[in-house]
């Protein structure tokens, strides 16, 4: 039987790399592995601060977008796109796209959905993020805007083709809100994967020689992500604090910036973590996973993730995890096996069980090591190809079902 023919696929984002988070990764993640896969690929994003290089033979082709950058707290290098006529839009409708995959529901979006109804291409929508988690940022209008948010993307969603949902959970939740009657939009979980090998060949970081800490014999927990109300961030560093009543050698590395980057390392200087807390700040991403790999364990609190990415990362890193309960948690951390997922409620005892857990794991090398050797071994359900391969076949679904 001769293999399918190749698919032209248009990938529209509202944020794109060098800008860093889930979301550009995941994006860049799904293009590179379409064209591995031997499907045709068009990115169309927007435009970044400082004019791109072009594409290199091996890379997916890009139209740039008019963009802007939105006033705080969205943050720095971060470019939405300008919703009006351009050559990058030409460009999509020219490729003759056969799928068009939507990654944000707003701005771009909205462009995916207006060429995938000028081509008649069935529209894909990925849905990166739980958006009801960020309304403390609209101040006195979050409870409206929630509402209203959680109103606009359901009727995105109705007029989808197909929607991705990072995790099960998600996947669950778009189900029951789209319903099953006929033209549904199809609903399947696939997780981001990840290049394993590229992960792999990232040399390993320096995060003791960079905070002055003492090779064999600071041991170092790490947590990777954006500093932001949204990911815990307070309950991490009360975590660490309190385990570091019981282990003085513990050491915590934040590996990342944002809102909330001063006020850490404001808390840093306090008595209970004053020389125990490295904040890096914004890094490069191999950067990051390079600093990652020199670390015993990584913890994590958010409760904001569709999937929790970072998690993946740091397993693929074989860097065993403490993690709370959480949206995407239980689809990455095997429990007891490469991490340990601890209850969330109450709230207020979480703080004491990760750090009871951190300070177990941390006087138990042994089991320690034993979870780091199954992350690695175990990392290959992450590997992009396999998830790669499940979005085609939802591509092929989506078309077959029209």
Not at 187 to 206: C, M, N, Q, S, Y
């Amino acid at each position: 039987m001769a293999p399918p023919e190749p698919m032209r696929v248009a990938i529209f984002g509202e944020s794109y790399l060098p800008y860093l988070s889930g979301v550009t990764i995941a994006t860049d993640a799904l293009a590179r592995g379409l064209m591995e896969a031997g499907q045709q690929v068009l990115l169309v994003m927007p435009r970044p601060a400082h004019e791109p290089p072009p594409p290199a033979p091996h890379e997916p082709a890009v139209a740039w977008l008019p963009s802007y950058q939105p006033p705080p707290p969205a943050p720095r290098g971060y470019r939405i796109p300008v919703p009006r006529p351009s050559a990058a839009l030409r460009a999509a409708r020219a490729f003759r796209p056969q799928v068009i995959h939507a990654q944000s529901p707003f701005v771009s979006g909205l462009m995916a959905r207006r060429v995938a109804h000028s081509v008649g291409a069935p529209l894909v929508f990925t849905h990166h993020t739980r958006f009801g988690d960020y309304r403390h940022y609209l101040g006195p209008l979050a409870t409206p805007g929630a509402a209203l948010m959680s109103g606009y993307v359901r009727r995105f969603w109705l007029g989808c083709a197909a929607i991705v949902a990072p995790g099960t959970e998600l996947a669950a939740e778009i189900s029951d809100a789209v319903g099953s009657r006929s033209g549904a939009p199809l609903v399947r979980a696939i997780p981001t994967g990840l290049d394993l090998d590229w992960i792999a060949a990232v040399p390993e970081g320096h995060p003791r020689r960079e905070a002055g800490w003492t090779p064999g014999v600071d041991f170092v927990v790490a947590s990777l992500g954006r500093l932001a109300r949204e990911k815990s961030v307070e309950l991490l560093l009360e975590a660490f604090a309190r385990a570091a009543v019981d282990r003085p050698e513990l050491r915590f590395l934040l590996i990342g910036g944002g809102p909330l980057e001063g006020a850490v390392r404001r808390r840093g200087q306090r008595d209970d973590l004053r020389g125990r807390l490295l904040v890096t700040g914004q890094r490069s991403r191999d950067e990051a996973l390079g600093l990652l790999k020199a670390c015993e364990l990584f913890g994590f609190a958010s409760r904001t993730e569709t999937q929790g990415l970072v998690v993946a990362e740091a397993l693929a890193c074989g860097v065993p995890v403490v993690a709370l309960e959480g949206p995407g948690v239980r689809d990455a951390v095997r429990d007891g096996t490469d991490g340990i997922i601890l209850p969330r409620v109450p709230e207020s005892a979480a703080a004491e069980r990760m750090a009871s857990a951190l300070v177990a794991l941390a006087g138990d090398p042994e089991r320690r090591d034993a979870m780091a050797r199954n992350a690695r071994e175990g990392a290959s359900r992450f590997a992009v190809q396999r998830r790669v391969n499940e979005v085609v076949d939802l591509y092929r679904q989506t078309l077959a079902s029209r």
